[in-house]
DNA sequence: AGTTGCATCTCGAGC
DNA sequence: GCTCGAGGTGCAACT
């Protein structure tokens, strides 16, 4: 049984030595454990950094992922993903927290000089996020009224692989000309058009039938760069958004 | 005067009100507010989401970044950018952190029907990264020593404009040829040759000069079809890494 | 404020 | 494990 003092242990300027205890515990208890405290930061793997004393908080997961988060920005300054072995030590004095990996292989170091706050908390979370308005529900609505992207329009397959990669909405037009769609949630730039050409390109090879062959891309808006570049290649656009519910 | 009692204040189990104080007050001073509790989330603005009722670590910085984390993943799975203001309230007996901005409006809801923790760090911190591996790495590597590309290659400019964008490292080959180079940090795929293609079509036509301009994709590794879109474009790959150090 | 492209991108799906 | 593309991508640099 859990009682609310086991679920949570926190440390306010803990020495060294406790807030290692904590930690350690924490990891091997599967708690979710922050720290707060003055630090420097070092990391090798894919690329490597380091990062001089300051304050930060430093959140080591369950599953293996560390986060050190600074005062700014919603990104960590530095970060381990999941799947890492962390682990803490107290070396010189100084509470040393430690998060690595193989393959590829990376470590991150976090080497506190005073530590002002530790906590663990046992986390219980078996709810999922449900997102709407993404690039899947924009494609839901295409589905139910391929209307929307023009009269008489038909889809004929999604995900439909290319040598190039799967095209969003494969189908045919009034004509019956083979119609490739390409789907934005936003407003795109020349990144999307490259995509909706290389599919384009590859399926003409495929099919040997260049001239039957349309690309539209559908998206809220696109960018002047982005028109120009459909204009030159022979794209369509479409504006469309994602359903607001 | 700061005392590390001022610079941390923590509340263990406190009563919605009072942890309601606590968030306020750090808010107003520029603290880094941390919350562990059972909690709802309900996000709407670029997209809408909601999240029921779990155990979540919320985090607000000073600068109006706002992070909610479950015990899984490197990512939150509720954020909102820096520059929200948030805010704090008590209804129907429940802590709600709230955190908004326009441009474009969204708003993050946080309802939580039990805090655990509560805690406001002040942070100072005026280190900056220092970060090495990128692609700004592998360019100078290239500037040093241009014949890493190629013997006797010659840029003669880096972020060179072109209709397309910004090219990486424009230059000449040992025959006089226009020469365009796209920088990839680690190992790529079809996107990368896209991008490259666009710049040379780009340049092609500005240059009215099409035969005699080559472009080359350098990055530790291509993908397979990656690599079968080079040839396709007629493009060239060399296999180079940002430096170690 | 809008555009463009990098990122230790992360993440999930498919293979 | 690798590949590929989406993402409420974030983020900086530039216009």
């Given at each position: 049984m859990t009682t609310p003092d086991d679920a949570t242990r926190t440390l306010a300027d803990p020495t060294p030595d406790a807030a290692a205890d904590l930690v350690e515990r924490g990891i091997e208890t599967g708690a979710l454990v922050t720290l707060f405290g003055r630090c420097r930061v070092d990391y090798d793997g894919r690329a490597t950094s380091t990062l001089g004393s300051g304050d930060r908080h430093v959140m080591l997961k369950p599953d293996g992922a560390a986060l050190v988060h600074t005062d700014?920005?919603?990104?960590?300054?530095n970060w381990q993903p999941p799947g890492c072995e962390h682990s803490v030590r107290v070396a010189e004095g100084d509470l040393v927290v430690e998060s690595e990996r193989s393959t590829p292989e990376e470590e991150l170091v976090v080497t506190f000089e005073s530590v002002a706050h530790a906590a663990a908390f046992d986390v219980t979370d078996a709810s999922d996020l449900s997102l709407s308005g993404t690039e899947a529900d924009l494609r839901e609505r295409i589905l139910d009224d391929?209307?929307?992207?023009?009269?008489?329009f038909t889809p004929l397959?999604?995900?439909?692989?290319t040598p190039a990669g799967a095209v969003d909405i494969y189908g045919e037009d009034d004509d019956g000309r083979t119609v490739v769609v390409e789907l934005k949630r936003r407003r795109v730039g020349p990144d999307a058009v490259g995509q909706l050409d290389r599919y384009v390109d590859a399926l003409a090879r495929d099919l040997h039938d260049d001239a039957e062959l349309r690309g539209i891309l559908v998206a809220p808006s696109v960018t002047d760069r982005a028109r120009e570049l459909l204009a030159q290649k022979g794209l369509e656009f479409v504006s469309l958004s994602p359903p607001e519910a």
């Amino acid at each position: 049984m859990t009682t609310p003092d086991d679920a949570t242990r926190t440390l306010a300027d803990p020495t060294p030595d406790a807030a290692a205890d904590l930690v350690e515990r924490g990891i091997e208890t599967g708690a979710l454990v922050t720290l707060f405290g003055r630090c420097r930061v070092d990391y090798d793997g894919r690329a490597t950094s380091t990062l001089g004393s300051g304050d930060r908080h430093v959140m080591l997961k369950p599953d293996g992922a560390a986060l050190v988060h600074t005062d700014e920005g919603q990104q960590p300054v530095n970060w381990q993903p999941p799947g890492c072995e962390h682990s803490v030590r107290v070396a010189e004095g100084d509470l040393v927290v430690e998060s690595e990996r193989s393959t590829p292989e990376e470590e991150l170091v976090v080497t506190f000089e005073s530590v002002a706050h530790a906590a663990a908390f046992d986390v219980t979370d078996a709810s999922d996020l449900s997102l709407s308005g993404t690039e899947a529900d924009l494609r839901e609505r295409i589905l139910d009224d391929p209307d929307l992207v023009e009269p008489s329009f038909t889809p004929l397959a999604t995900e439909r692989t290319t040598p190039a990669g799967a095209v969003d909405i494969y189908g045919e037009d009034d004509d019956g000309r083979t119609v490739v769609v390409e789907l934005k949630r936003r407003r795109v730039g020349p990144d999307a058009v490259g995509q909706l050409d290389r599919y384009v390109d590859a399926l003409a090879r495929d099919l040997h039938d260049d001239a039957e062959l349309r690309g539209i891309l559908v998206a809220p808006s696109v960018t002047d760069r982005a028109r120009e570049l459909l204009a030159q290649k022979g794209l369509e656009f479409v504006s469309l958004s994602p359903p607001e519910a």
